[in-house]
Each structure stands twice: as structure tokens, then as C-alpha cells.
């Protein structure tokens, strides 16, 4: 695979920066090269974005809203905008799985960047595994970058 068809981009993006810095400067010099301007997609468990709700005492919230105001969000959109791509930035609740994948079908990606971790076998079946379940439920490539 050597990117030539590479139009449109989707970006998983987590909470922790130290995870997602590896992740971004691997998209970032190949999207750069490619001048694709990534979607930013940060999925945010049920559970915390009810926890975000009450905490601001809202009844509700646009997904898209609260993940454009996420730090880590935040930060690599800046990486992008550095080198001259203009992110755009889609949230999202529930399974990370799920809407990654959703996602990927819904806005026509050809390509996901997104990070890993290492998992037994054991691990994997047990738990299973965000990246493992994006690999199963797309047919396009994707870039996994371990931490």
C-alpha cells in the first residue's frame, strides 16, 4: 500500500497525549505529503459523557461540541494546522469500536490512523480490543501505531 489512493482520512483520537503523539506524527507526514486534511474522531464513553452532562449541569451536549473542546483534540488539530491541514472535528458516544467504524462508512474514508496496545492473545479474547475490531469491521486500510 503506498497511498495513493488516499483521499479522505479519519483519525481516532484518545485521551492521553503521550498515546496519540506517536499516532500523529505518522499521519501527519504521510497526510502532509498527501494534502488530506484529516476528519478528528474522539469517541467518549457513555458513562463520561453523562458524567460531563451533570457536571455542567447540561440536559444535553453536541458530541462534535465537546470533542472540539477536548486538550488532546485540541493538541493535534494544532499538529495539523502546523503544516498547513485543516482538520475537521467529529465526536461521538458509545463504543469506540462501533463508531470508528460507523464513522469510517459514513464520511467515506479510504484510510485510519489510530493507536494500539500490546494484548496477549489471551487479552484480546478476553477484553478484545479497539483497534483488533476496526481491523475486523472495515475493508480499507488502516495505520496502527503500538504504544
Not at 4 to 33: C, F, G, K, T, Y
Not at 90 to 112: F, L, M, Q, R, Y
Request: charged share 20%.
Amino acid at each position: 500500500y503506498r497511498f495513493e489512493m488516499l483521499n479522505n482520512a479519519l483519525v481516532s483520537v484518545e485521551d492521553d497525549w503521550s498515546r496519540m503523539e506517536p499516532v500523529i506524527d505518522s499521519a501527519v507526514d504521510i497526510l502532509e505529503a498527501k494534502n488530506v486534511s484529516p476528519i478528528l474522531l474522539h469517541v467518549i464513553p457513555t458513562s463520561e459523557f453523562e458524567a460531563y452532562l451533570n457536571k455542567m449541569e447540561y440536559n444535553s451536549a453536541d458530541p462534535d461540541d465537546v470533542a472540539s473542546r477536548h486538550d488532546v483534540v485540541q493538541q493535534v488539530a494544532d499538529r495539523f494546522h502546523e503544516v498547513g491541514l485543516d482538520p475537521q472535528i467529529i465526536g461521538a458516544t458509545g463504543d469506540p469500536t462501533e463508531n470508528i467504524v460507523a464513522s469510517v462508512k459514513n464520511h467515506n474514508i479510504d484510510h485510519v490512523f489510530m493507536g494500539g496496545r500490546q494484548r496477549s492473545p489471551t487479552g484480546k479474547a478476553v477484553l478484545g480490543s479497539v483497534s483488533h475490531g476496526v481491523l475486523r469491521g472495515v475493508d480499507i486500510p488502516c495505520t496502527i501505531v503500538m504504544s
